[in-house]
């Protein structure tokens, strides 16, 4: 079948990222038509002076919307687009310029109604995102579970970087309104009605992820919490690996505890610690970075693994609906 891409990108203020993320996009080698959907989520910002430079450049459509939250938009871009497959983006994503190239070279060889990439970092990321891009992507961290590391054809990709056919957002009725955990949970339900999912490995964008460690704690903590409410939801899917934060939790404590009368059990997590260290000092030739990834390790950890469980046992005994009992994490 001949593709047409619709790119889809919700942004909320953000003049910085939405402009580095224009330009990657209008430096593409691709040379097939496709367009540019931008969705303004109700900024507090006018952002149309950013958009205006790349009017000639990309065939670009600027949507100005009220605040619903990214899943909503995207949903609404993808029905004002015209094309008949959707690559969806976050702003703070820089796109490769081989990108679309990569993935319609992979859909024509074997065409799935949804897939994913993976992150990448880029040198002009700061101190503080390469240790959280590298904590996030790792493979010694359980960064690592979702990036590559997942079975490439039972893939759950991640709105930073998905593709969906116009047949599987019409099926679906696309994102729901839980945030974060929409992607995993749209792919779920695209997996129930039978339609496959897919990592392409070499679809690769740098994502910038904005944030500083504060920030990433608060993230990692609903990220814990959504997928405490993923599992309930749909417990088919639930994974192991889904406590392993929790897991870590447990054992620093255990260990520190119990440290006046024995000293393996820090020594060993000393030692994990130190791997990762050394890790992040290799990848990125940064002893700060380095530092930083072991700092943010522990807040993924603690702030994922503490939320996971604290969900998990108030969906356990409560009789409410999760939309009832954690309000922030849905948009109305």
Request: proline share 5%; hydrophobic share 45%; with cysteine.
């Amino acid at each position: 079948m001949d593709i047409f891409f619709s790119i889809i990108v919700p942004v909320y203020n953000r003049q910085d990222e939405l402009f580095e993320f224009l330009d990657s996009i209008a430096k593409t080698s691709f040379n097939e038509p496709f367009e540019v959907l931008v969705i303004d989520d109700g900024s507090s910002v006018d952002l149309s002076n950013v958009v205006r430079p790349f009017i000639d450049k990309l065939n670009l459509k600027y949507l100005k919307k009220s605040n619903s939250g990214p899943g909503d938009s995207r949903n609404y871009g993808m029905r004002q687009a015209m094309g008949n497959y959707f690559l969806i983006f976050d702003s703070d994503c820089i796109i490769p310029e081989d990108y679309l190239t990569t993935v319609s070279k992979s859909l024509k060889e074997e065409y799935v109604d949804c897939f994913g990439g993976p992150d990448d970092s880029d040198p002009s990321f700061s101190k503080v995102q390469k240790a959280i891009d590298f904590v996030m992507t790792a493979p010694i961290t359980t960064g690592g579970i979702r990036g590559g590391s997942e079975k490439v054809t039972k893939f759950q990709p991640r709105s930073f970087n998905m593709g969906l056919s116009r047949e599987a957002f019409l099926a679906t009725g696309g994102f729901a309104k839980i945030h974060p955990g929409e992607d995993p949970e749209l792919v779920f339900r695209l997996w129930k009605l039978g339609f496959k999912t897919q990592l392409i490995p070499t679809a690769k964008v740098c994502h910038k992820r904005r944030v500083d460690l504060d920030k990433f704690h608060l993230q990692v903590s609903k990220f814990g919490a959504t997928r405490a409410i993923l599992n309930k939801w749909y417990p088919e899917y639930a994974k192991p690996t889904f406590w392993l934060p929790t897991l870590f939790v447990v054992y620093t404590c255990f260990s520190v505890l119990i440290s006046l009368l024995s000293t393996i059990p820090i020594f060993l997590l000393f030692v994990y610690s130190l791997l990762v260290l050394l890790s992040a000092i290799i990848k990125y030739r940064s002893l700060v970075v380095g530092f930083l990834a072991v700092k943010a390790l522990y807040i993924m950890m603690f702030g994922y693994g503490i939320h996971f469980l604290e969900t998990t046992i108030i969906l356990l005994f409560s009789k409410k609906e999760p939309q009832e009992l954690f309000p922030k994490l849905f948009f109305k």
